[in-house]
């Protein structure tokens, strides 16, 4: 397997340290709200580097975190005790205000929807799923690791910091070197007597007296924890110092990642992370996905308009997940009949013998090798399906060995819908029908009904009128 490694700027060969076992790490959501498509994009590139580990003959143990607390309401999340944000805006906080919920009860509810989520999207469970409310023990540890080896400090106000020069290498898989980022550069903190520098973060966060959830008691008093903090204390203690793969998306790249990565470093005194692999943006019909601009797709949405969640992986893999791209109701339209016409051929080819086709899996294979190149893929299923010098048996067990990786359910019986052909018959019989209803004359109204049904055709009065469903 080859994939992008941001910080070697490079596809890379992926070896596993320990062998027989790929360690993977990925960002999981920040629970205060429903994660939508874009986030989940993000979600389906681990769970595609994971199956493909998986069909390679690789044991995956991959920890997916829950943030339920210390991420600050900006993106930057970075926390710092000079960016004037009231302990309120911790983002759980904010909702559970607005929902009028305690924090962890609003926390529970949206990681309860993720799983769903997840679940609809075929996307396989994680190994472990810890929560940062319940690792805050992990989190002191770590931080007083830090201070023993001088990369943190207690300022002055008694949050702790992390002394980001004490880190020689940071920026490596961001590109962004300390002494250019300037005071009040984006993600990072203004001028700040508290500080020793205006890029130190906060690893733990002293809580002011109106802050009243999420806080807890430390050797530096009453607080709670920074963002990046976290990942780092669960990530060493679910999978060690020597970590595969880290998996994220691009936003997360800095400063959250490079953070961690300092963090993690510098406590262990070893490079922990092997490869950091992000997936780009996702945008929808035209636009940034954000809920400031109303342009947010959750995969309840598609549920809701009786398309397969499904639909949404396939749109998804029809792009590499390095590249941005555009998903559009068209897009989920179109992908939600081709699974339904794939499933119907499966259904039909599941009837005849067969065996793998060695050179269509081949090229299955080597496309998703090439740093995950699902859209080459799934070309190559479409020529398999059109390919009549093939069997239809073979066509059947190749694909079924394809979905292994492609997780599209693909022998899920298709959708039983016919469409309803309407006939000079048929339109004649609805407009007398029509007309009956108008005239009250209710029996003749229930004869032509009975006459539709012997052609197949059920209607329904609504407000709308008459409405015509097939039998």
């Known amino acids: 397997m080859k994939l992008y490694d941001t910080k070697r700027r490079k596809i890379v060969e992926i070896i596993a340290q320990t062998p027989g076992v790929l360690k993977i790490y990925a960002c999981g959501p920040t629970v205060y709200r429903d994660a939508h498509v874009g986030n989940m994009r993000t979600f389906l590139l681990t769970d595609l580097i994971k199956r493909l580990a998986q069909y390679q003959g690789l044991k995956v143990e991959l920890i997916q975190n829950i943030t339920d607390v210390g991420h600050m ?12 944000q009231a302990d309120t805006e911790d983002r759980i906080l904010v909702q559970a205000g607005k929902e009028s919920i305690d924090a962890l009860t ?12 997840l679940a609809l999207l075929n996307i396989q469970p994680a190994t472990q799923y810890p929560r940062a409310s319940e690792s805050i023990e992990l989190m002191i540890e770590l931080i007083a690791k830090l201070i023993a080896k001088n990369h943190a400090y207690v300022s002055q106000d008694g949050s702790v910091l992390f002394d980001a020069k004490s880190f020689p290498t940071y920026g490596q898989i961001s590109g962004n070197k300390l002494d250019e980022l300037k005071p009040g550069y984006r993600f990072v903190g203004k001028e700040d007597s508290n500080k020793k520098f205006h890029a130190d973060w906060a ?8 802050r009243t959830q999420l806080t807890w008691q430390t050797p530096w008093g009453v607080g709670y924890p920074g963002w990046h903090i976290e990942c780092s204390a669960m990530s060493l203690k679910f999978l060690g110092n020597k970590i595969d793969i880290h998996t994220g998306g691009i936003d997360l790249r800095f400063p959250h990642h490079e953070d961690e990565r300092a963090q993690s470093n510098a406590a262990s005194e070893t490079e922990v992370v092997n490869y950091w692999i992000h997936g780009e943006h996702l945008l929808f019909e035209g636009r940034k996905m954000s809920k400031s601009s109303g342009n947010v797709l959750l995969v309840s949405d598609v549920v809701q308009k009786n398309l397969d969640p499904l639909a949404i992986r396939l749109s998804l893999m029809e792009h590499r997940y390095r590249s941005q791209m555009d998903l559009t109701w068209n897009s989920i339209n179109a992908s939600h009949k081709t699974l339904n016409r794939l499933r ?5 080819w599941s009837n005849k013998e067969g065996k793998i086709d060695e050179n269509y899996l081949k090229q299955f294979e080597s496309a998703l090798d090439e740093d995950l190149d699902t859209n080459k893929g799934l ?8 390919d009549e010098s093939v069997s239809d048996g073979n066509k059947y067990q190749t694909i079924l060995k394809f979905d292994e990786i492609l997780g599209l359910n693909l022998t899920a019986k298709p959708e039983n819908k016919k469409e309803i052909i309407l006939t ?7 407009a007398q029908r029509e007309i009956a209803r108008n005239e009250k004359n209710w029996q003749k109204s229930d004869e032509i009904r009975d006459q539709l049904a012997q052609l197949g055709v059920g209607v329904k009065d609504s407000n709308n009128g008459q409405e015509v469903t097939p039998l």
């Open 424 to 430: 000079k018959e048929i339109e004649t019989l609805l």
């Open 203 to 210: 690893l733990w966060k002293k809580s002011s007296e109106s």
């Open 73 to 84: 309401a900006d993106d930057a999340g970075l926390g710092g005790v000079d960016e004037g």
């Open 379 to 386: 070309q190559i299923l479409r020529t398999l399906e059109k």
């Open 106 to 117: 609003i926390a529970r509810k949206y990681e309860e929807s993720f799983h769903k989520d």
């Open 344 to 348: 119907e051929k499966m259904q039909i």
